[in-house]
């Protein structure tokens, strides 16, 4: 069985649990509080990830795997949630570039600042740049799927993953998911994929 070391309010760990999860493969979690430093400790840093952040799979042979997304393409290749031609595997790539250099250092540390840092913390006079910047990127993903059903191919794969992620919880950051009606049926769409879990069991459109 695998183990994944998680953070439930991690959209890059939520990635690996929902693409675990609708692969069927066998796992358990591990949580951390990354806010205390739980994934910082020399025994995380010696053992899980040297790079301190989560999330990471171990394999049943002591091997883990870091990154959410080598994770993602490590699990999707050879299933359907990852192409078998070569063109749509590089855009599958380019979307999950778009998503670690163009989408999350704006959407999702949004979110952080907004609902892991105190009221008073400094970081918030980041958000109206944050903004701007992540706004730009939810348009590129709007104007996409206004013509297709999904990012790649029109069909599920991990690019979809990916970006689901923190976009289905912009709102936590601030963002206005209102004018983005394709995004939003987007949405609609992944949640009826075969296997989906919610990021927040309880309640997947916590906000």
Not at 16 to 28: D, T
Not at 106 to 114: H, P, R, T
Not at 159 to 184: E, N, Q
């Amino acid at each position: 069985m695998f183990i994944l070391h998680d953070n439930t309010e991690s959209g890059n760990a939520y990635k690996a649990r929902l693409l675990l999860s609708q692969l069927g493969l066998p796992f358990k979690t591990i949580q951390y509080d990354v806010t205390k430093g739980e994934t910082r400790t020399a025994e995380y840093l010696s053992n899980i990830n040297e790079n301190g952040r989560i999330p990471v799979v171990q394999f049943e042979d002591g091997r883990c795997l870091a990154e959410s997304n080598a994770i993602l393409y490590y699990f999707a290749v050879g299933t359907d949630l990852f192409p078998e031609d070569k063109w749509h595997q590089a855009e599958v790539m380019k979307w999950l570039f778009f998503e670690q250099y163009s989408h999350e250092p704006f959407v999702a540390v949004a979110k952080y600042i907004l609902t892991m840092l105190p009221e008073d913390s400094p970081r918030r006079a980041e958000i109206p740049s944050l903004h701007e910047k992540g706004y730009i990127a939810l348009q590129i993903m709007e104007n996409r799927l206004a013509a297709h059903d999904y990012l790649v191919e029109d069909r599920y794969s991990i690019a979809d993953i990916a970006l689901f992620a923190y976009t289905h919880k912009a709102a936590m950051g601030g963002f206005d998911l209102s004018t983005f009606p394709a995004i939003l049926a987007w949405f609609r769409r992944i949640e009826q994929t075969p296997g989906f879990v919610a990021m927040y069991p309880e309640d997947w459109r916590k906000s």
